[in-house]
């Protein structure tokens, strides 16, 4: 079985619309159709050859049209045999039909429309359709699939993290039951040096504080100093 989108006003070819495929259709050369207002993406059709019928979502800006039906961008309507796809503002209309494959000698309708030489050229612009995807949509659907994107990686890194923790980690003493610090120390730790008030006790969450331009700050004003007398 073939499925044919038909120019009802005959303006091209038939085009081939492979199962389950999708086809991005709008204004260009494989429509003919100069229309400013007519997106070069103004459809996207997806054939359904068990359920002999169209998927038609619009991804232009003005409407399209099935039968009564008026679109607009992100709306989805099936296009059933008999029904008119108008492709925009009720312009430039659409026909589907449905050839099923045997061996008698009757005409498709790319034989029946075009010569040979134009068949084996819609043929092939046919597969040319075939392998296209749709790259623009609607801002909102973009965003919304960014943000499922981000959150499922987020929610990876996760629980690969916890499941890291819990797989190296090593028994310890509950925080509660630690003793407060003893004194005051420090500790040198490479580049880092940790000072512990007495008396701290420990505790799952600590408070920082950026003290840079605040109670730490140069008489010059400038972010660095410019000796080391510069400091206040």
Request: net charge negative; charged share 30%.
């Amino acid at each position: 079985m073939q499925c044919f989108l038909i120019s009802q006003d005959k303006r091209h070819d038939p085009v081939l619309l492979p199962d389950g495929v999708t086809v991005v259709l709008g204004r260009g050369p494989e429509t003919l159709v100069t229309d400013k207002k007519c997106s070069r993406t103004q459809v996207e059709l997806l054939a359904n050859y068990a359920y002999r019928s169209v998927r038609v979502t619009q991804r232009g800006v003005n409407p399209t049209s099935v039968e009564e039906i008026h679109l607009h961008c992100g709306d989805s309507t099936t296009l059933q045999e008999g029904e008119t796809l108008c492709l925009v503002n009720g312009l430039y209309p659409y026909c589907i039909h449905f050839e099923q494959d045997d061996n008698s000698t009757k005409k498709n309708p790319l034989e029946f429309f075009c010569s040979k030489r134009t068949q084996k050229k819609t043929e092939e612009d046919g597969k040319a359709h075939a392998v296209k995807r749709l790259k623009a949509s609607c801002p909102s659907e973009d965003e919304e699939d960014d943000d499922s994107f981000v959150a499922e990686k987020l929610r990876q890194l996760q629980e690969t993290a916890v499941r890291a923790a819990q797989t190296h980690s090593s028994p310890q003493k509950p925080l509660s039951k630690l003793a407060p610090q003893p004194s005051d120390s420090w500790e040198d730790r490479g580049k880092l040096l940790v000072f512990t008030k007495k008396g701290v006790v420990p505790s799952t969450k600590v408070a920082g504080f950026d003290l840079d331009g605040t109670l730490i700050t140069t008489q010059s004003g400038k972010v660095f100093p410019t000796s080391p007398d510069d400091w206040r």
